[in-house]
Nanobody, 126 residues
Framework: QVQLVESGGGLVQAGGSLRLSCAAS????????MGWFRQAPGKEREFVAY????????DYVDSVKGRFTISRDNAKNTVYLQMNSLKPEDTAVYYC???????????????????WGQGTQVTVSS
């Protein structure tokens, strides 16, 4: 079982940066690929980014490509989301999620993930 604890959210002006962290319980982290999702008020949950354990390859939703970077430090059992050039449209609760490495495809669907963090609020002011 994986427990996920997120941190790093906050209030930032448009154009600023934040780095979100998601610390996983030790011992099982390397069995999972990791993703970030977000949910804005009144909106559906949206896929943001995905990183694979073995290859390290990543995928992003088009709206954040070139601005956000997902990474992971397996030794520290932590996944990160570096967010640069933030826009008010990025305001949302951000969630990290874990998915078994043997599960392929549809990484953009939240229902394919096994564990979720509690979420951290990101607010971008104009």
């Amino acid at each position: 079982q994986v427990q996920l604890v997120e941190s790093g959210g906050g209030l930032v002006q448009a154009g600023g940066s934040l780095r979100l962290s998601c610390a996983a319980s030790p011992g099982t982290f390397n069995d999972y690929n990791m993703g970030w999702f977000r949910q804005a008020p009144g909106k559906e949950r949206e896929f943001v980014a995905y990183i694979r354990r073995s290859s390290g390859s990543t995928d992003y939703v088009d709206s954040v490509k070139g601005r956000f970077t997902i990474s992971r430090d397996n030794a520290k059992n932590t996944v990160y989301l570096q967010m640069n050039s933030l826009k008010p449209e990025d305001t949302a609760v951000y969630y990290c999620a874990a998915r078994r490495t043997y599960y392929s495809g549809r990484y953009y669907e939240g229902k394919t993930y096994d564990y979720w963090g509690q979420g951290t609020q990101v607010t971008v002011s104009s």
